[in-house]
């Protein structure tokens, strides 16, 4: 293979822009392990990218203005971005750990070493909430409500934090419920599978609930969470009534209203008696869904144990800032 072949990649893609790899072997008339040998080493090196997803992935020339000029990072602080960043563009790609902290740096006009530090002092702070890998959220639902129906209340992280936004969780459970990715969710479920097992030992869990959505989508994440955890345990029967028009919780701003929209929309339609049963959620602003299932719950006699909450992601602080979810 000629040693220009790189660059002649790089003049096609800079006369003809976005170019699909088949388009680009019928031009250069080379093997499909060569085009993507060169079209690897040209990525690498940030002078190609790409857009899209098998079968129609597109490469082009990526503008300069979205690489940051040399920075020089410590291992730690860089590690620590790695494992716990994740930006989704306003184009859908994915971007985890520096990569992606790079670029929403450079779109956001902050210098990548000073704010990467920053995000990582930023996130330890949270951090000092988590305890045996969860946070405790039942205090918050103690200075909502005159009565708390759960035993325990658990998140699993924020779902954003200050400067920085959506965590890392965050942002995977938003995009899997926006997108209805099967991908995204069964990176979600994999994420949270450890922790979940891991609180179903330290409590005894002998049962389940998944409290279901409001919205009808073709895929539902509550289900597929189910079905992916995979728990083998008995599952507490919770339906959502269906209305003539479904009101999601996320809509409404008075927690009065979010109260009411629980109570009467949500149905515990379990006639056996369980023991100690873990009520799952996928995100939790005011905690009204949680508190009021539980109520259920208890009312009907079908706890004979404890009752468990736990929530992927939580709000740190008001229940309005979770509203998007």
């Known amino acids: 293979m000629k040693r220009d072949t790189g660059e002649k990649i790089v003049k096609i893609l800079a006369e003809k822009g976005r170019v699909t790899a088949r388009e680009m072997r019928e031009l250069l008339q080379i093997?499909?392990?060569?085009?993507?040998?060169?079209?690897?080493?040209?990525?690498?090196?940030?002078?190609?990218?790409?857009?899209?997803?098998?079968?129609?992935?597109?490469?082009?020339i990526p503008d300069l203005k979205e690489k940051s000029e040399g920075f020089v990072l410590d291992k730690k602080t860089a590690s620590f971005v790695d494992e716990r960043y994740l930006y989704v563009s306003p184009l859908g790609e994915k971007l985890a750990g520096m990569g992606g902290f790079e670029k929403w740096c450079v779109k956001t006009g902050q210098e990548v070493a000073k704010t990467a530090r920053e995000y990582?002092?930023?996130?330890?702070?949270?951090?000092?909430?988590?305890?045996?890998?969860?946070?405790?959220?039942?205090?918050?639902?103690?200075?909502?409500?005159?009565?708390?129906?759960?035993?325990?209340?658990?998140?699993?992280?924020?779902?954003?934090?200050?400067?920085?936004?959506?965590?890392?969780?965050?942002?995977?459970?938003?995009y899997a419920k926006q997108s209805?990715?099967?991908?995204?969710?069964?990176?979600?479920?994999?994420?949270?599978?450890?922790?979940?097992?891991?609180?179903?030992?330290?409590?005894?869990?002998?049962?389940?609930?998944?409290?279901?959505?409001?919205?009808?989508?073709?895929?539902?994440?509550?289900?597929?969470?189910?079905?992916?955890?995979?728990?083998?345990?008995?599952?507490?029967?919770?339906?959502?009534v269906q209305m003539e028009l479904m009101i999601p919780q996320k809509t409404l701003s008075?927690?009065?209203?979010?109260?009411?929209?629980?109570?009467?929309?949500?149905?515990v339609e379990e006639k056996r008696?369980?023991?100690?049963i873990l009520l799952i959620d996928d995100a939790m602003g005011s905690g009204a869904t949680l508190n009021e299932t539980a109520k259920q719950i208890r009312e009907r006699g079908v706890a004979g144990g404890k009752i468990v909450g736990l929530v992927i992601v939580g709000s740190y602080k008001g229940f309005d800032v979770i509203s998007e979810v």
């Open 31 to 60: 093997s499909r392990q060569g085009l993507y040998l060169q079209i690897a080493k040209l990525s690498r090196k940030g002078r190609i990218a790409k857009i899209g997803k098998s079968p129609r992935v597109y490469y082009f």
């Open 120 to 174: 990582m002092l930023t996130q330890q702070k949270y951090d000092k909430w988590i305890k045996g890998g969860v946070i405790s959220g039942l205090d918050k639902l103690g200075r909502t409500f005159p009565v708390v129906y759960l035993d325990k209340l658990y998140y699993l992280d924020f779902y954003s934090i200050e400067r920085f936004g959506r965590t890392k969780l965050g942002q995977l459970l938003l």
């Open 273 to 276: 008696k369980h023991g100690n």
């Open 180 to 240: 209805q990715s099967r991908e995204v969710i069964r990176e979600l479920v994999t994420s949270v599978e450890i922790r979940v097992r891991k609180l179903i030992e330290k409590h005894q869990i002998e049962s389940a609930g998944f409290v279901p959505p409001t919205v009808r989508r073709e895929v539902q994440l509550m289900r597929e969470l189910e079905i992916g955890l995979g728990l083998l345990l008995p599952i507490v029967k919770i339906r959502k």
């Open 254 to 267: 008075r927690l009065e209203d979010r109260v009411e929209n629980a109570a009467k929309t949500i149905v």
